[in-house]
């Protein structure tokens, strides 16, 4: 079913859960880490951040789930309802943070901490599949400009986040390192 676009409806959205997570005492990195999404899929939720896919996101979902929030929640809120809170019996204990085991092919992010202690193994994992769709998008006849640019942005993007991780010697491209 789809969704509305309108971004006023978005930051209602957003203003619901950010002030559920501070109903609840959480930091972003806390919801995050119970949510096993990213602490931007929390800010972007709290900003209001509309979805540019066809698919609801399924940070969205974990996020939902996270505040103790009935499946469907974050629709209603945007269909201007409230959200149903889940009534925790003594059956179905809260959730415990960072403890749901991370599915084959899933990247779990617990905290900040734990991502910048993996963040080059990630790094590592991910560039393949981003170097592969800028090379499918020229063999599907992207202009050339395009798919230099996107090569252009992936290289900095890296050698940002390799200076500011201090990785001096991380060479993700195949480039050798110049001795210095």
């Not at 896919?53 to 939902?64: M, V």
């Not at 505040?67 to 204990?93: D, I, Y």
């Amino acid at each position: 079913m789809p969704w509305t676009k309108d971004p006023d409806t978005w930051a209602h959205l957003g203003a619901v859960v950010r002030a559920e997570r501070e109903r609840h005492g959480l930091l972003q990195e806390e919801l995050a880490d119970r949510a096993g999404v990213s602490v931007g899929s929390v800010r972007g939720a709290e900003k209001g951040r509309v979805p540019r896919g066809l698919r609801w996101p399924q940070s969205l979902t974990q996020i939902e789930k996270a505040l103790g929030w009935g499946v469907g929640s974050m629709q209603a809120v945007l269909s201007g309802k409230e959200p149903s809170r889940l009534e925790l019996g003594t059956n179905e204990p809260e959730p415990e943070p960072a403890q749901a085991p991370a599915t084959t092919g899933q990247v779990k992010f617990r905290t900040v901490g734990w991502f910048r202690e993996h963040g080059r193994e990630l790094m590592e994992e991910a560039l393949p599949p981003v170097n592969q769709f800028g090379h499918l998008c020229a063999l599907l006849d992207a202009p050339q400009q395009a798919v230099d640019a996107y090569d252009r942005a992936v290289r900095e993007l890296v050698d940002a986040v390799s200076d500011a991780q201090g990785w001096q010697s991380w060479a993700p491209f195949g480039e050798q390192q110049e001795e210095g």
